[in-house]
């Protein structure tokens, strides 16, 4: 077997080959159907002729549907590995941007983007995590860092992609091209990963992933109170996000700053957020993943009492700060619970975890909506920050399994365990 043969991955079964597929991927995934509703919906809203919150309800639907089939999704990434999981992610999420490229008005978007969230599902970062941990075990932390690291431009490529082709070729065309990439360049890069964890079936150790270990379970009371509070802490924080998301320019608004100095502030946040994940990069060999999670959660509630205190003048301060926080977020949600609780059932973790944080993210915007339009924004902004430090708490309430008794970082990816049946 040729040392590039796909269906083992080859070179490219290693960590950084398999971080830079799938890197790639997931930028493109996220740009072309994620972030398509913000430069789209404003160019296609008169087309479809309904109110422009019903339009941006059929993205939050995707995003319901999303966490709904999440668990599912875990449970066969488990049982088939995430290869054929993310093959298919990109051939439904093509399959939904066909539809809203050639179905007529709000039923054909709605019913385009249900298919879309289905696709968000198989394929975004719960399912390419939890492909990662089926891959390296614990040692998967680097990979899932470098993932987001190429990730974190889906936006930045992502918007500007959709405005260059939007006059060029309609909203429409738009969906049709972004059909040809997830088909075209998303498809035969997921097709490129290796079908099982490395060092199976007569791979070379060399050209191996690292193989996942045996680990006796956690104690099931230990276990059920971290899950718990590991969910609880990424539920709310995906809530908080959200709904900055989508009203923070108003939010600065209401502090005093007008409409050009608030989107320049807010666009701080996709820097910060990459940023956040150098840092998370930088100290990962030296800091356990619950230690670095704890750091970067105290950055929001910080960065808001810095707004509440000083004003316009700390805006931006607060925004670095925020995204830096949510940068370094992402990574550890696929880090923290790698690390707390093994790779053993890591893919069905990860999917029983999303569909709260899913279904936050799905209703956060449209919940807090009234609250922005009839309460002062120091008063979202205090709201905020106290849901912070809430779910600060639940994160420094986690306690290392009591067999580790400590949060040293875990084994380093150089040093694996024997590998045990999978």
Same mark, same amino acid.
């Given at each position: 077997m040729s040392a590039t043969d796909p269906a083992r991955g080859g070179r490219l079964a290693g960590p950084a080959g398999v971080a830079a597929l799938l890197g790639v991927a997931q930028t493109l995934a996220w740009g072309t159907t994620f972030y398509?509703?913000?430069?789209?919906? %404003?160019?296609?809203s008169e087309e479809l002729g309904g109110d422009r919150t019903l339009i941006y309800g059929a993205f939050s639907l995707a995003l319901l549907i999303a966490g709904l089939a999440a668990p599912r999704t875990g449970r066969a990434i488990e049982r088939r590995s995430g290869r054929p999981v993310l093959v298919l992610s990109s051939c439904v999420l093509a399959a939904g941007l066909v539809l809203l490229g050639v179905l007529p008005?709000?039923?054909?978007?709605?019913?385009?983007?249900?298919?879309?969230?289905?696709?968000?599902?198989?394929?975004?970062?719960?399912?390419? =995590?939890?492909?990662?941990?089926?891959?390296?075990g614990r040692a998967?932390?680097?990979?899932?860092? =470098?993932?987001?690291?190429?990730?974190?431009?889906?936006?930045?490529?992502?918007?500007?992609?959709?405005?260059?082709?939007?006059?060029?070729?309609?909203?429409?065309?738009?969906?049709?091209?972004?059909?040809?990439?997830?088909?075209?360049?998303?498809?035969?890069l997921y097709l490129l990963l290796p079908r099982e964890p490395a060092g199976a079936a007569g791979v070379p150790a060399t050209q191996a992933a690292a193989p996942l270990p045996k680990e006796a379970p956690p104690p099931a009371a230990w276990a059920r109170r971290t899950l718990l509070l590991l969910t609880a802490f990424f539920t709310i924080r995906a809530f908080i996000s959200a709904t900055f998301a989508v009203h923070v320019v108003a939010l600065f608004g209401g502090l005093g700053l007008g409409v050009a100095a608030a989107v320049s502030v807010a666009a701080l946040q996709g820097p910060s957020q990459v940023a956040g994940r150098v840092l998370e990069f930088g100290i990962g060999t030296r800091a356990h993943p619950l230690t670095v999670a704890r750091w970067?959660?105290?950055?929001?509630?910080?960065?808001?009492?810095?707004?509440?205190? =000083?004003?316009?003048?700390?805006?931006?301060?607060?925004?670095?700060?925020?995204?830096?926080?949510?940068?370094?977020?992402?990574?550890?949600?696929?880090?923290?619970?790698?690390?707390? =609780?093994?790779?053993?059932?890591?893919?069905?973790?990860?999917?029983?975890?999303?569909? %709260?944080?899913?279904?936050?993210?799905?209703?956060?915007?449209?919940?807090?909506? %009234?609250?922005?339009?009839?309460?002062?924004? %120091?008063?979202?902004?205090?709201?905020?920050?106290?849901?912070?430090?809430a779910a600060m708490a639940c994160l420094l309430a986690i306690r290392p399994p009591p067999a580790t008794g400590g949060l040293s970082p875990p084994p380093a990816a150089s040093a694996p365990s024997p590998p045990g049946p999978h």
């Open positions: 398509l509703p913000a430069v789209l919906i %404003p160019s296609m008005g709000l039923p054909g978007w709605f019913l385009g983007w249900i298919v879309i969230g289905y696709g968000m599902a198989l394929g975004l970062y719960e399912a390419a =995590f939890a492909t990662l941990g089926m891959l390296f998967a932390r680097r990979p899932i860092t =470098f993932v987001t690291l190429y990730a974190g431009f889906a936006s930045t490529i992502g918007w500007p992609m959709t405005a260059l082709l939007l006059p060029l070729a309609g909203w429409r065309g738009t969906c049709l091209v972004y059909a040809g990439v997830n088909l075209l360049v998303v498809l035969p970067g959660a105290a950055l929001l509630p910080l960065g808001i009492g810095a707004l509440l205190a =000083f004003g316009t003048p700390a805006a931006a301060a607060f925004m670095i700060g925020y995204g830096a926080s949510n940068g370094i977020m992402t990574i550890s949600r696929g880090a923290v619970p790698l690390v707390l =609780f093994g790779p053993r059932g890591y893919p069905t973790l990860m999917g029983r975890m999303a569909l %709260p944080i899913l279904l936050s993210q799905a209703m956060a915007p449209m919940a807090t909506a %009234p609250l922005v339009g009839l309460l002062p924004a %120091p008063t979202i902004f205090a709201a905020g920050g106290a849901m912070a430090v």
